[in-house]
């Protein structure tokens, strides 16, 4: 059985465009990197070429992630999911309710999950813990600082797609 990935439109495109970059820009920069590091002769002791093909090996294996996670994509727009319940692609707000700050997070999937950015992934403690929540709902989630407990306060659509 295939495990699906969840994924924006936005991040279903930025992951093809660092495919293609990868394979179109970096791939043939390293190839000629590799080319002239040999023209320098002995290579066992030449640090160009083992730090390009160290690259390669690097690059070759982000393409071949890339290649498997496009493959196994759930592309969903995230500005025409229901806002009823918190489910991937929604903004949600929530109360914390020990400090009673309130934070926002888009559920996204795992490669566009960015905290800084205001995003969390679904597959985290806590965007398991959210998804089918309704505003006015209670959640409680295991933390790294400990158990925290939130109060979904709102949730709309993403202007992401």
Same mark, same amino acid.
């Given at each position: 059985? +295939?495990? @699906?990935?969840?994924?924006? =439109?936005?991040? %279903? ?6 495919? !293609? *970059?990868?394979?179109? &820009? ?9 080319? +002239?590091? @040999?023209?320098?002769?002995? =290579?066992?002791? %030449? ?6 093909? !160290? *690259?390669?090996?690097? &690059? ?11 493959? @196994? ?89």
């Amino acid at each position: 059985m +295939v495990v @699906r990935i969840p994924m924006s =439109l936005t991040g %279903n495109r930025q992951l093809r465009e660092e495919l !293609e *970059r990868l394979e179109r &820009v970096e791939r043939p920069e390293i190839v000629k990197a590799i080319e +002239v590091a @040999r023209a320098h002769g002995d =290579l066992s002791e %030449n640090a160009e070429y083992h730090a390009a093909k !160290e *690259r390669q090996s690097l &690059v070759e294996g982000r393409i071949l992630e890339l290649k498997d996670k496009l493959g @196994r994509a759930e592309v969903i727009d995230c500005s025409k999911v229901s806002t009823n319940r918190a489910v991937f692609g929604t903004v949600v707000t929530l109360m914390d309710l020990t400090t009673e700050v309130e934070v926002t997070y888009q559920l996204l999937g795992p490669e566009e999950a960015d905290v800084k950015k205001g995003s969390i992934s679904v597959l985290s403690p806590l965007g398991q813990a959210l998804l089918g929540k309704e505003i006015g709902d209670e959640v409680v989630t295991k933390t790294p600082g400990g158990m925290r407990e939130f109060e979904v306060i709102d949730i709309t659509a993403s202007s992401i797609k």
